[in-house]
């Protein structure tokens, strides 16, 4: 009878549109009670009539009535759950997904699984699990985050569970493993190997974290400096550009002035002329009345009557004009063009030699920023670097897939290129380097050369155009047991800096940067060229002494390098 009665309640708690045990259960005005989403999507297809009604009484609601989850309702059915231990319909989301670790008990859909059993090797959904924690001999087995690789925690020889492990051999064991061919091994359980191998990793995550803790610090300051950056870029161009108008206004200025100025002293040049031209005009005609007069005197019969009219002829004044005037020469406001012209050939040189000082100030601040840089950010920029057979010297010996070479006694049977460096103990790279580039040296041994040279250095020959550092086609550290030269076109620059046997290089090949470090502890900068490169570059190596070695070292652009030692420090500049 008892158990009926728990059927009828359960029956009386049920949804009659999905049948099972209510979820959010609400209550119509006409006091029937469904789970939201049931009479929610029923009432859904009513839409259209705008006519809803209850599934059960046929009770019609105008407008769709609003629900609100009962309470009280909800709290029994939560209350007979527990008694019962019947649990309502899953949601989908509760489904086993093919990323998701399936119940390995429940039949048809599973569900996912809550938990895996290192015991059992099975996974188990919230109510198949619940034996483990009622079942006394259950609830010692060790359960963990569901997983899909359990079968893996079984020996494949024995079909056992592995809970040994093997120090000697690395690996999971079980015990019959221990009695067969791990026999006399190290061995302790897998539990305390965990935990010492958990201590190793709590160590390390401390050293991640830390150095996390160091990167978020460096990225807030790269973010600031960003921020200064744009702000002073941003302020620089608004002070340029108010300074060019005022320029500009000032050269408009100037060119209404010359303009306003040319026009005036056209217009009194001109108003003089036409004064002259009016006086001449006047006399010459008065010299037209004249020289009627004077015709008809000639032209008179009467000998008697021209002597007699002759005396009243008035006396010819001679023209005052004709030797007064002064013709200006043509290139009159010529000397204003020439003028204005050697105004603007000195505004040109000006701009032209003050515009590279700009320029030159802009590339510093580029320069400046690339002091900034970490040995990790230098590391991006790492690139696969080999040396060219066709170009090394006859004394050179080139080996680990063309990365190292050695200085040797026996001349190497090289074949005969225009390519090699006849008589200097060099070798180019193969590749050409352009953009941004960084490769390491290591070195041993007697003096070292590390370089970088255009393409079409000259090879024959012992004249300087083929050494490295001795024309204006290459750059050269020489490396010498702690002291340094730069050299470049027969220029020699005393370089100082720490001793170190591994030299690393950058090249921002647009931005005319190259730069040479001391790799050792720290990174420290020994010398840095700020120039234009015409063309693209090798990488190069020059060796002076027998039994010396040079090699360009393999690098990983993800190097792990601990916060203290990405310093960088500088000794000297140019």
């Not at 997983?147 to 999971?172: A, G, P, W, Y």
């Not at 900034?372 to 790492?382: G, N, P, Q």
């Not at 060219?388 to 990365?403: I, M, V």
Request: glycine share 4%; proline share 3%; with cysteine.
């Amino acid at each position: 009878m008892a158990q009926r009665g728990n059927q009828l309640d359960q029956d009386r708690f049920c949804c009659s549109l999905c049948l099972d045990l209510l979820k959010v259960p609400v209550t119509t005005s006409c006091g029937h009670s469904y789970c939201m989403k049931c009479i929610k999507s029923h009432w859904d297809t009513e839409d259209e009539k705008r006519v809803y009604s209850c599934p059960q009484c046929r009770h019609v609601f105008t407008p769709r009535p609003v629900l609100l989850k009962n309470t009280m309702l909800a709290d029994l059915v939560e209350e007979l759950t527990e008694k019962t231990g019947r649990q309502a319909a899953p949601a989908d989301h509760c489904y086993a997904g093919s990323e998701d670790v399936a119940c390995d008990v429940c039949t048809g859909r599973k569900l996912k699984a809550q938990k895996s059993c290192l015991q059992c090797l099975a996974s188990y959904c919230a109510k198949h699990l619940r034996p483990h924690f009622e079942v006394p001999p259950l609830k010692k087995h060790e359960l963990v985050e569901p997983s899909k690789k359990l079968q893996e925690n079984v020996c494949s020889r024995h079909d056992e569970v592995m809970k040994i492990f093997c120090r000697t051999d690395q690996e999971s064991i079980c015990y019959l493993c221990l009695m067969d061919q791990h026999k006399g091994h190290d061995t302790v359980p897998a539990a305390a190997e965990r935990s010492e191998r958990q201590r190793e990793v709590e160590v390390s995550r401390q050293n991640v974290q830390e150095t996390i803790k160091f990167r978020k610090k460096d990225l807030k300051l790269l973010q600031r400096e960003v921020a200064v950056i744009n702000g002073s870029a941003d302020k620089a161009v608004e002070h340029s550009e108010k300074i060019f108008t005022e320029l500009i206004r000032l050269m408009e200025k100037r060119r209404s002035d010359v303009k306003q100025h040319v026009r005036s002293q056209q217009q009194t040049e001109v108003s003089r002329v036409r004064e002259l031209q009016e006086k001449l005009e006047q006399e010459i005609t008065e010299l037209k009345r004249r020289d009627a007069e004077l015709e008809k005197l000639s032209q008179t019969q009467d000998h008697n009557q021209f002597l007699h009219d002759y005396p009243s002829l008035s006396p010819l004044v001679e023209s005052t004009h004709s030797s007064g005037i002064k013709i200006c020469p043509t290139r009159y406001f010529e000397d204003v063009t020439a003028a204005v012209s050697d105004v603007r050939d000195i505004l040109q040189d000006v701009l032209r030699e003050k515009w590279i000082n700009i320029s030159q100030i802009v590339t510093d601040v580029y320069v400046l920023l690339s002091e900034t840089m970490t040995r990790a950010e230098f590391l991006k920029y790492s690139c696969d670097i080999t040396l060219d057979p066709n170009t090394a010297h006859t004394d050179l010996s080139l080996s680990e897939g063309n990365r190292k070479v050695n200085f040797v006694w026996e001349q190497q049977s090289h074949s005969s290129n225009p390519d090699r460096f006849s008589h200097y103990s060099q070798v180019l790279s193969k590749e050409s380097l352009t953009g941004r580039s960084y490769w390491e040296v290591e070195w041993r041994g007697g003096e070292v050369c590390v370089a970088v040279a255009y393409k079409n250095i000259s090879r024959a020959g012992s004249s300087d155009e083929c050494g490295f550092g001795y024309n204006d086609k290459s750059w050269a550290l020489d490396c010498d047991n702690g002291s340094y030269n730069f050299w470049h076109n027969k220029v020699s620059t005393p370089v100082s800096g720490p001793g170190s046997s591994r030299i690393g290089v950058y090249l921002d090949h647009r931005a005319g940067i190259l730069s040479f470090y001391s790799i050792s502890d720290t990174m420290t900068v020994l010398h840095r060229v700020q120039t234009t490169f015409t063309q693209p570059l090798h990488a190069g190596l020059k060796m002076y002494y027998v039994g010396s070695t040079a090699e360009l070292c393999k690098l990983k652009k993800t190097e792990v390098i601990v916060p203290h030692c990405t310093q960088i420090t500088c000794q000297s500049k140019h």
